[in-house]
Antibody, heavy 116, light 110 residues
Framework: QVQLVESGGGLVKPGGSLRLSCTAS????????MSWIRQAPGKGLEWVSY????????NYADSVKGRITISRDNARNSLYLQINSLRVEDTAVYYC?????????WGQGTRLTVSS | QSVLTQPPSASGTPGQRVTISCSGG????????VNWYQQLPGTAPILLID???QRPSGVPDRFSGSKSGTSASLAISGLRSEDEAHYYC???????????FGGGTKVTVL
């Protein structure tokens, strides 16, 4: 079955950097667009970025543009999110999700806390 | 502030029908399919209604979606205690070239 497992979250100081990872299994990873979505504590869902199946096209939410880079390694069935210049407002659970008629499969999320 | 607008809460007694609305615009719901997601407490969201307005495998037929113009709705019939959750509408926005969501509706079973 489809499985997405995020990792890489933790406690980071403002201004720091972090790379989140998402490992996929149970489907042909290279066939699908992928997205990152985040959820701040007690808040709703916020789409962050997506990448096409070949990794040649990306887009970002305005709130993170210029600080975040999405990438993928289809040989490793892995999706990544590099976040630089971290801000307190980046504190959230970060989910990776597969795109197929909507965001049809989600990982369990990885928690990022930005605090001094 | 979310691009799509949902009521913050809805409630009903077991067996009742509850409807959640979602209002958007011409660049999102007006052009693209609406998806609905359920998020149980402490868990990741799951897709409840897909872009064909169908339920993925495993989703009970008590859940149904509809769309008209730039608005959509999710209906839960035969409400059960396990339906207590947050529900989010979502759609692709052609102007933003990304996914947008509603702020979420917390459904309480009285």
């Amino acid at each position: 079955q489809v499985q997405l497992v995020e990792s890489g979250g933790g406690l980071v100081k403002p201004g720091g950097s972090l790379r989140l990872s998402c490992t996929a299994s149970g489907f042909t990873f290279s066939d699908y667009y992928m997205s990152w979505i985040r959820q701040a504590p007690g808040k709703g869902l916020e789409w962050v970025s997506y990448i096409n199946n070949g990794g040649t096209f990306t887009n970002y939410a305005d709130s993170v543009k210029g600080r975040i880079t999405i990438s993928r390694d289809n040989a490793r069935n892995s999706l990544y999110l590099q976040i630089n210049s971290l801000r307190v407002e980046d504190t959230a659970v970060y989910y990776c999700a597969r795109e197929s008629g909507g965001l049809d499969s989600w990982g369990q999320g990885t928690r990022l806390t930005v605090s001094s | 502030q979310s691009v799509l607008t949902q009521p913050p809460s809805a409630s009903g007694t077991p067996g009742q029908r509850v409807t959640i609305s979602c209002s958007g615009g011409s660049s999102n719901i007006g052009r693209n399919a609406v998806n609905w997601y359920q998020q149980l407490p402490g868990t990741a969201p799951i897709l409840l209604i897909d872009h064909h307005n169908q339920r993925p495998s495993g989703v009970p037929d008590r859940f149904s979606g509809s769309k008209s113009g730039t608005s959509a709705s999710l209906a839960i019939s035969g409400l059960r205690s396990e339906d207590e959750a947050h529900y989010y509408c979502g759609a692709f926005d052609d102007s933003l070239n990304g996914w947008v969501f509603g702020g979420g509706t917390k459904v309480t079973v009285l």
